[in-house]
């Protein structure tokens, strides 16, 4: 947007607020989600709704929206007889809603889009997206992605979200795509302890990332509150980079009952500790909605 810093300035200043989850915000909103393309359907029937969820955390404090991508890919929309050159609009679109929202929330703080790469498992839509080895060498993976990397940077977002990538293969493989790409992007990790959903040590997949010049954050999401704490600290001391951090609520997903059990476990509290190891871009994922947004966003801007 014309007039607002980069955000890799912001980041060098202070702290930025990320959204919570589009999915449960979408769902409160009485939105089904039932479905292979998750919110990524809406792109096609109902934009508006993206638009409206993004104005919801923005209203509440957030200072980035995260686009509806994240389970956009062209193969996902063939499977549903969407051609090439309308999922390149639909792409397109995410970005588009997203600034939409920006300007509707008239708001004097700087506002920005991140648009969202989830990893190669939320295309088929089987949970292996939290697992990662899908059999793919790193050159199929780079494959995969660049075409929805490139479709996503000529929307000209302010950051790309590579998000919620279970495994070093798969980041090795968004990494080659970055350079000539023109836009910067934050690396984020699903992590169990010391691990990605993968397996594989955080160390060494925060190590991939600490000399690319196009990554401006690294960290983890859509893990466990309590994995954050050590995940950002170990983030900042590999990379010396910036952290981007946004943990789910803290409840557990019965896949058999197909509901969310236990109690949240997030709470803005936490995020000061954080902050304190190096986080920079901090908000929530799944379960995580513009309520706990607004109230870690008034902790974060808490005078010192």
């Keep these: 947007m014309s007039g607002t810093p980069s955000l890799t300035d912001a980041l060098a200043g202070g702290t930025v607020v990320l959204d919570g989850g589009m999915s449960n915000q979408l769902a409160a909103a009485g939105h089904h989600l039932s479905d292979e393309l998750w919110s990524a359907r809406l792109l096609a029937e109902d934009p508006g709704a993206i638009t409206e969820a993004h104005l919801a955390y923005f209203q509440a404090g957030a200072d980035v929206a995260i686009t509806a991508s994240y389970q956009a890919t062209f193969e996902g929309f063939a499977r549903r007889g969407i051609d090439h050159d309308r999922a390149t609009a639909l792409l397109a679109l995410s970005v588009a809603s997203a600034r939409t929202a920006a300007r509707r929330a008239r708001v004097t703080r700087?506002?920005?889009?991140?648009?969202?790469?989830?990893?190669?498992?939320?295309?088929?839509?089987?949970?292996?997206?939290?697992?990662?080895?899908y059999g793919l060498t790193v050159a199929e993976l780079e494959r995969f992605h660049r075409p929805r990397m490139e479709a996503l940077a000529a929307a000209e977002p302010d950051v790309l979200a590579l998000e919620t990538i279970p495994d070093t293969d798969e980041a090795e493989a968004l990494l080659r795509i970055l350079p000539g790409l023109g836009i910067p992007a934050w690396l984020s990790y699903s992590a169990t302890g010391d691990r990605t959903r993968a397996g594989r040590p955080l160390s060494d997949a925060f190590a991939l990332a600490a000399e690319v010049d196009e990554v401006i954050a690294v960290g983890v999401n859509c893990c466990?509150?309590?994995?954050?704490?050590?995940?950002?600290?170990?983030?900042?001391?590999?990379?010396?980079?910036?952290?981007?951090?946004?943990?789910?609520?803290?409840?557990?997903?019965?896949?058999?009952?197909?509901?969310?059990?236990?109690?949240?476990?997030?709470?803005?509290?936490?995020?000061?500790?954080?902050?304190?190891?190096?986080?920079?871009?901090?908000?929530?994922?799944?379960?995580?909605?513009?309520?706990?947004?607004?109230?870690?966003?008034?902790?974060?801007?808490?005078?010192?």
């Excluded at 920005?112 to 080895?133: F, I, K, N, Q, T």
């Excluded at 476990?265 to 379960?287: K, P």
């Design 110 to 133: 700087p506002l920005w889009v991140a648009a969202s790469v989830g990893p190669y498992g939320a295309m088929l839509a089987d949970g292996s997206e939290y697992r990662g080895r």
């Design 224 to 304: 466990a509150p309590e994995d954050a704490d050590h995940a950002v600290a170990l983030a900042a001391r590999v990379t010396g980079k910036p952290v981007v951090v946004y943990p789910n609520s803290g409840e557990t997903w019965d896949a058999g009952a197909r509901a969310w059990t236990g109690p949240a476990t997030f709470t803005a509290e936490q995020v000061t500790g954080w902050q304190e190891r190096g986080a920079r871009l901090i908000g929530g994922c799944c379960r995580v909605g513009p309520k706990t947004i607004s109230a870690l966003a008034t902790t974060l801007r808490r005078p010192a």
